[in-house]
């Protein structure tokens, strides 16, 4: 299984969900089919996008749901001029905290987060990661609970569906989340590929909920 963090968007109104197919390609030509498929506007320097990937997006999504995933790993985050327009930047960092600093902090705190919740669908042959895809986004707590969840794609079955929501919420990581997290945290739970299942085993320094 892959976790893979991606940055909250902005909510305001429930927006349309959209089905999108925009395959993993270098960033420019990812951005234009974007804006294509969702009608977004897209004001953005070139010398950014120079050299960088999107990740694929395929499924149903809201806009913004699927701009974040298609930036993921990217380096870049999006600020929006209005609803339907945006641009690129790189991200604004906290003056009380180095660039190195905070980057270490919500690295180290998204690998006990992947930790706990692995270790709690691992509790369930239905939820085992890897034999399913899935993107969900968790609200964390000040103690380290996931408060509340939701799934924004389907796994495709909705026994599995109310299982895996049920196993997030009994997950629990092992500190609190930093200030600098920005919540929702929208994870993208992918299928094995390598013809390996994963081996459940509890994460260390991780307990149930």
């Known amino acids: ?36 498929a969702t009608g977004m506007a ?33 380096g870049l985050m999006a600020r929006y001029a209005r609803e339907d327009a945006f641009t690129l930047q790189l991200p604004e960092v906290n003056q009380a905290a180095s660039p190195r600093n905070a980057s270490r902090v919500n690295n180290s705190y998204a690998a006990a987060l992947q930790q706990a919740i692995e270790a709690s669908l691992c509790r369930s042959p239905l939820t085992r990661p890897g034999s399913f895809r899935a993107l969900v986004q968790v609200w964390v707590n000040p103690q380290g609970g996931i408060e509340h969840s939701r799934l924004v794609s389907s796994t495709g079955d909705e026994v599995r569906d109310e299982a895996v929501l049920l196993g997030l919420g009994a997950a629990r990581v092992e500190r609190p989340p930093p200030s600098s997290l920005r919540q929702p945290v929208t994870l993208l739970l992918m299928p094995d590929t390598t013809g390996k299942r994963m081996e459940c085993t509890a994460g260390k320094g991780v307990t149930g909920g």
């Open 1 to 36: 299984m892959l976790l893979l963090l991606v940055a909250a968007t902005p909510t305001r109104a429930e927006p349309p969900l959209l089905i999108l197919d925009l395959p993993a390609q270098d960033l420019e030509h990812a951005l234009q089919a974007y804006s294509r």
């Open 42 to 74: 897209v004001l953005v320097d070139r010398e950014l996008t120079r050299g960088r990937r999107s990740l694929g997006v395929h499924g149903r999504f809201t806009a913004q749901e699927a701009l974040a995933l298609l930036l993921t790993g990217s």
